[in-house]
């Protein structure tokens, strides 16, 4: 099968979507379909265009057998409201070009965000007779108003007028999570065109790894400590400097040492923070190459998961996964009334409390210091947890058969043929 992927995010950027469109798209390779890719110059999460890619308006590339498709976008390191527009439409227009001129897709999956890009792909789908799947990665402009990220009211409007054509032109919606399905019923989308194929993770990749002999703990001389993860995205939604002020409580314990892994501009706030509050223990790094993630993630003893009160509920940070497969324990700072604490909870694999609640956070910490056998038990239910439920082998039949369902010689099945139980 011809599949095209039209996402924003791709490899080499190293977290959020980039990762796992990157090993879909590897993954139908290697399953004998043909896989094409349109996407934008790498710049995330430094938003600026990757050094390499600089002065190029399409690059053509193919790696791992992935024909890669990319285009220029108008990106900034500190947008403001016409930047983050800018970014949008440069996208839009500009993708565009190469997705038409490319081999003529059986189906077509994008991904959002970027929410302005169903109107790219809706066309392409159209003009070359192929079905479009929604991805959605996160819901649109909702959980940016929520947090108040997207406040103008015109651009409210525009955004939500963008999330209704985007629901009404996709053939089938693929959604991460149960409140996803929830907030998309509830907003009027017929219930057969969603389906729920959750993120997922390479546990051969990334797997349980001795803390003995760590090149990562040996490097940033961690031998000997109880080490606290949070490797990823440093923004408002995360509230980073609740985990500061909680090493800062816990700074009179010297075998206990936070790390914490992120883009240069937060780290930089971050470093401001530890200053402020006398955190000491923790030490700041930028994103490790991903081949050297499985060692990095084994080196931690807790990992963490941060949101800020406020994050809408159906938000499922794809650093769940990750952490649960590689064996580790978790200790999670969530909203109660949301995805990521229903699914830590379910797992088995972690502690949860109270967001920005530094305290809370510390007594947490401080517990499973004091209790390795706990420890133990709770990376145990996390990686199998993780095996069980978000192996990547496991999905990617999941996309194979909804691919399948929405083609039958080469022509758009009607969505209300295919039931989310078929898929």
């Not at 080196?299 to 590689?326: E, T, Y």
């Amino acid at each position: 099968m011809r599949i095209l992927i039209y996402s924003y995010n791709y490899h080499p950027e190293p977290i959020g979507i980039a990762p796992l469109m990157t090993e879909l798209a590897e993954g139908l390779v290697k399953r004998g379909h043909q896989v094409r890719v349109v996407t934008a110059m790498p710049n995330y999460p430094e938003r600026q265009i990757y050094q390499e890619y600089r002065g190029k308006f399409y690059i053509n590339e193919e790696t791992n057998g992935v024909q890669i498709q990319r285009s220029y976008v108008w990106i900034r390191p500190q947008p403001n409201l016409l930047d983050r527009v800018l970014l949008d439409a440069s996208f839009v227009v500009t993708s565009f070009f190469p997705a038409f001129l490319g081999w003529r897709p059986e189906v077509i999956l994008l991904t959002s965000p970027s929410l302005p890009v169903c109107i790219p792909a809706t066309l392409l789908g159209f003009l070359r007779s192929c079905p479009v799947v929604l991805n959605l990665q996160d819901i649109l402009p909702e959980a940016a108003i929520h947090v108040g990220l997207l406040k103008n009211k015109l651009l409210i409007k525009v955004f939500t007028a963008l999330e209704k054509f985007a629901y009404a032109s996709a053939g089938k919606i693929s959604v991460i999570t149960e409140g996803f399905v929830d907030n998309l019923v509830a907003k009027g989308v017929p219930a057969q065109k969603i389906v729920q194929i959750p993120n997922w993770v390479d546990v051969n990749f990334i797997r349980p790894l001795s803390k003995e002999d760590n090149p990562f703990r040996a490097v940033h001389n961690l031998k000997g400590k109880f080490v606290v993860l949070y490797s990823g995205n440093i923004a408002l939604t995360q509230g980073l400097e609740t985990v500061i002020k909680a090493a800062a409580k816990l700074r009179d314990v010297p075998d206990i040492a936070f790390v914490i892994v992120g883009e240069a501009k937060g780290l930089q706030r971050l470093q401001q923070e530890c200053l402020d509050f006398g955190a000491d223990n923790v030490l700041l790094l930028p994103f490790q190459p991903r081949q050297e993630l499985p060692q990095m993630l084994a080196a931690a003893d807790v990992g963490l998961v941060v949101q800020k009160k406020n994050v809408i509920s159906f938000n499922m940070p794809s650093k769940i996964q990750v952490l649960l497969a590689s064996g580790r324990a978790l200790v999670a700072s969530v909203p109660e009334e949301g995805t990521a604490f229903k699914a830590i909870k379910k797992s088995g694999g972690g502690i949860l409390v109270a967001p920005e609640d530094p305290q809370a956070l510390a007594t947490a910490i401080l517990e499973l210091y004091q209790k390795p056998e706990k420890v133990q038990e709770l990376g145990d239910k996390s990686r199998q947890y993780a095996v069980d439920n978000y192996a990547f082998e496991q999905t990617l039949n999941q996309y194979e058969t909804l691919f399948s369902s929405m083609t039958a010689n080469g022509k758009a099945v009607s969505s209300s043929t295919i039931t989310k139980q078929e898929v």
